[in-house]
């Protein structure tokens, strides 16, 4: 049963194993309110999970030490497990999909666990994971339907309340729902004045389905770029905790979620993956009553897949106005795409690419499409280059 004596003891227990993330405050993301980040993506293993499997491995019999471990995985939570069992000296066995991006399966090795790779999806490789538990005594480490795994990730709370004592509210992301339902309850039996809100990706959003109809629901798919919180069905535990001590919980759309992300490596130099950045993104997009207010966003990893990187910032550049494409329709005659970078340049946008193409569909039987690419400060500065093309005659036809 989780207890605040047991987050009070897992702090102890997990001094030496992970690193007290000190709060951050932010310039500039969310205007509408004070925010401070929680940078858990600059723990140890570049995540939260170190905390819970911490605690877990640390409270394990010595019968069960001489067994070992095994845990399911295809990012943080088989890296958290596996250094915690390093730290601990015990072996560790980690079971991943054979699918799992090899510097995934790379990171989980170099900490000294054994990795089982297994032919299929996640969903097979949990299933293993079981099946040599039965086979070979091993403690199964949950990621997060656990108590003394939640009762490691609530020391983020205290740790806040270390640093800020004088906060509002605390925005934490939920996957399965293990970090939230640590930090909420922590939070509300030490200070239930504090409100605790809950973000899920609108691509995975099992436990804002199952928190709205008042039941465990699971999902038939997921697809979001927060992959680190694309959970079918939240735990029993987790369910209880969330609707018993969590305020509200909201969804974020991928375009807000890449404009996080964005956000956190221009303004505060950070780096934080798609579940890390959900909290920031709900702050940044008003997703709850904190106007005014004193907020800290979990950052809850930092482990992004760099083949993805640019792919997430562009989608970000577009979200928020900084980069886009007008469609214009020209006659076709010299000195139009001059006319066009000058109206461009005088309004301070930056021209990247021109597609220029006669086209048989324009109203006039010498027009021409001419697609520009540019860079912007933001939508107003869009809609002011648009508005001085059209005002010089030109005719936008579309932009995106």
């Not at 804002?208 to 992959?227: H, K, M, P, R, Y």
């Not at 106005?321 to 930056?350: F, Y």
Request: proline residues 3%; contains cysteine.
């Amino acid at each position: 049963m989780l207890t605040l004596d047991k987050v009070f003891d897992a702090q102890k227990t997990l001094k030496g194993v992970v690193r007290e993330t000190q709060c951050v405050k932010t310039n500039g993301i969310a205007p509408d309110c004070e925010l401070w980040l929680k940078p858990e993506n600059l723990q140890n293993t570049g995540s939260f999970k170190l905390r819970g499997s911490g605690y877990k491995i640390a409270m394990l019999s010595e019968e069960e030490k001489k067994k070992g471990v095994i845990a399911c995985s295809a990012g943080n939570h088989a890296q958290g497990v596996a250094l915690a069992a390093q730290k601990a000296g015990i072996h560790a066995v980690i079971c991943l999909p054979d699918s799992a991006p090899i510097s995934k399966v790379e990171a989980t090795k170099s900490y000294g666990a054994e990795v089982c790779l297994v032919n299929g999806v996640y969903d097979d490789a949990y299933k293993k994971a079981l099946e040599l538990r039965d086979s070979m005594g091993y403690t199964f480490v949950h990621p997060f339907d656990d108590e003394y795994v939640i009762a490691g990730q609530g020391t983020i709370a205290l740790e806040i309340l270390n640093d800020l004592d004088d906060i509002d509210a605390i925005i934490v992301p939920i996957g399965g729902g293990g970090l939230i339902s640590g930090i909420a309850y922590t939070i509300k039996s030490i200070r239930p004045s504090i409100k605790v809100y809950g973000v899920q990706a609108a691509g995975a959003p099992s436990m804002f389905n199952s928190i709205n109809d008042g039941q465990i629901e699971t999902l038939q798919s997921v697809a979001t770029v927060a992959d680190g919180i694309a959970v079918k069905q939240p735990g029993e535990n987790t369910f209880k905790y969330v609707s018993e001590y969590v305020d509200e919980v909201a969804l974020v759309t991928e375009d807000e979620i890449c404009s996080a992300i964005l956000a956190l490596i221009e303004k505060q130099k950070m780096i934080a993956e798609g579940a890390g950045a959900v909290a920031v993104a709900a702050a940044m997009f008003n997703k709850f009553p904190i106007k005014g207010k004193k907020v800290v966003s979990v950052v809850s990893g930092g482990n992004i897949d760099v083949n993805i990187l640019s792919r997430i910032i562009k989608r970000g550049l577009m979200k928020s106005g900084r980069v886009t494409s007008l469609l214009i329709e020209l006659i076709d005659k010299p000195g139009q795409l001059k006319d066009v970078s000058r109206i461009i340049a005088d309004c301070g946008g930056n021209v990247t690419s021109v597609h220029h193409e006669r086209a048989s569909d324009t109203e006039n039987i010498n027009g021409c499409y001419l697609r520009i690419a540019m860079e912007t400060r933001d939508y107003e500065h869009v809609e002011q280059i648009k508005k001085a093309l059209i005002s010089e005659g030109l005719k936008v036809v579309e932009s995106n």
